[in-house]
């Protein structure tokens, strides 16, 4: 539906665009598991996995694996769509892709897990479905380093002597040639697009806030991986962290909460509820959607806001930390209550974005500022000495080591994140406002036409 709608928005061939929006090819295979059932007796269970590529007009194509029950075919055709959108929107030179294996991973012990990512990746590995330069999976929900980790040894087995065998996975521990600053980058990312809106006076003005992050009370739902470090980026930047909402229940406080503090009430307890330092808890996790904010983060699921709860909810601005939180139809709500939606395909795309960074870094076998954090730093001291010799000022140590410091590759990557998301957002607000669209659909009209532009020039398209 958002695509059609975008599309509506073009000039583009009905043909090329009917062509862009089918999946490419899906992979679905079963994973034969033994494990030790609860009567102590050895049983198999067979377990159904997949694969999905949506676009190849970029290779290589790009996306997350994700482990959980409700794992299926439609669900990894749809994100994979949405990968290839997501890339073209802010402009990753990826086609799209995602996985995924329908498996509770709390249900199963590390070693189970293990088994069975590796088998995984053996089967992918042997239909040549992945690699550095065909199909790059990365974390999603109920995976992380270490199964990335599992991949890309597993990989290098099947690959002995490929050098740039560990450019198969992104998300990898720093360790096996992951890259700094991944841990946090879709929930820094999600801040980027925030602060982007909100730097935005036309735009603020017509949601009755001002302009600016500091100050504006925020909701987060689900306080995992992108959740946390959106919450934290929000809070050390001056903004009031009002709601918090985990699965089994939330909690919020007018005057704010310290996300560090329930995050690690969280970790001990294994639960948020009975959370002390709040004015209110919720046993109803969805609660929190509904709460009086200005800025709502639903970084869970997809389907968190639907037809039953979007004139429900207070906030001005909804960042969509996780992919496909709202439904078509609940947007349409909240577009007539003037809410600010930023979609899940530019709010979200800082994970896929240092993905990239990290796919570079690992075809290039050296760390980003090894070449050039020490002749910088000594650029800089030489720079401060002359301005401290003309204004005769001694800076204080702190101020020094400010103005002296060489970029880390976090900085770098950082610093990559930020203009990545600055530009692909002018981009964005420009269509939204010459077409006269929200900025959702302008998000997916700037992805098409880089997509239809791809094809074009490849030739593929007659």
Excluded at 434 to 450: G, P
Aim: glycine share 10%; aromatic share 8%.
């Amino acid at each position: 539906m958002y695509f059609d709608k975008a599309a509506n928005s073009t000039l583009h061939e009905p043909g090329l665009l009917q062509f862009i929006k089918e999946v490419d090819s899906v992979y679905e295979f079963i994973i034969p598991h033994e494990r030790i059932d609860k009567n102590g007796k050895k049983v198999v269970q067979t377990i159904r996995a997949y694969r999905a590529q949506h676009s190849h007009h970029r290779l290589p194509t790009k996306g997350g694996i994700r482990y959980d029950t409700m794992v299926n075919r439609n669900e990894v055709m749809a994100l994979a769509s949405l990968m290839t959108f997501k890339c073209a929107c802010v402009d990753v030179p990826f086609g799209g892709a995602k996985g995924g294996i329908c498996i509770d991973p709390a249900a199963h012990t590390v070693e189970e897990i293990e088994r069975v990512t590796r088998r995984f990746a053996a089967e992918l590995i042997q239909r040549g479905v992945i690699g550095p330069a065909i199909d790059v999976p990365a974390p999603d929900y109920g995976t992380g380093p270490r199964e990335m980790s599992w991949i890309a040894h597993t990989y290098q087995t099947f690959h002995p002597n490929d050098i740039n065998a560990f450019g198969v996975v992104t998300g990898k521990p720093v360790s096996q040639n992951g890259i700094r600053g991944r841990a946090e980058a879709t929930g820094l990312g999600v801040f980027y697009s925030v602060r982007e809106a909100c730097a935005d006076a036309e735009l603020m003005k017509s949601v009755g806030l001002k302009t600016g992050i500091e100050g504006k009370r925020v909701v987060v739902q689900g306080l995992g991986n992108v959740g946390y470090h959106a919450a934290k980026f929000f809070e050390e930047n001056g903004a009031i962290i009002v709601g918090i909402g985990e699965r089994d229940g939330a909690v919020y406080d007018p005057n704010g909460l310290d996300v560090t503090d329930v995050k690690t009430y969280v970790q001990a307890k294994k639960t948020i509820l009975g959370y002390p330092r709040c004015k209110k808890v919720l046993e109803n996790a969805q609660q929190i959607l509904e709460a009086d904010c200005d800025i709502l983060v639903p970084a869970a699921l997809e389907g968190q806001i639907t037809l039953k709860n979007a004139s429900k909810i207070q906030a001005k601005i909804i960042a969509e930390g996780a992919n496909g939180p709202t439904t078509p139809g609940a947007s349409e709500i909240l577009e007539k209550q003037g809410v600010i939606i930023i979609p899940d395909l530019f709010c979200n795309a800082g994970g896929v974005t240092v993905s990239y960074f990290e796919w570079l870094k690992n075809l290039g076998h050296v760390q980003f500022g090894r070449l050039t954090k020490k002749a910088e730093e000594k650029g800089k001291r030489e720079m401060v000495r002359h301005l401290q010799l003309l204004t005769g000022r001694e800076l204080k140590e702190s101020e020094y080591q400010t103005l002296t410091h060489g970029s880390s590759e976090r900085d770098f990557v950082y610093s990559g994140l930020e203009g990545t998301v600055h530009e692909a957002w002018e981009n964005i607000i420009k269509i939204s406002r010459e077409k006269n669209v929200n900025l959702r659909t302008a998000a997916y009209v700037s992805a098409i036409d880089k997509i239809t532009l791809s094809y074009n020039e490849l030739g593929i398209w007659p």
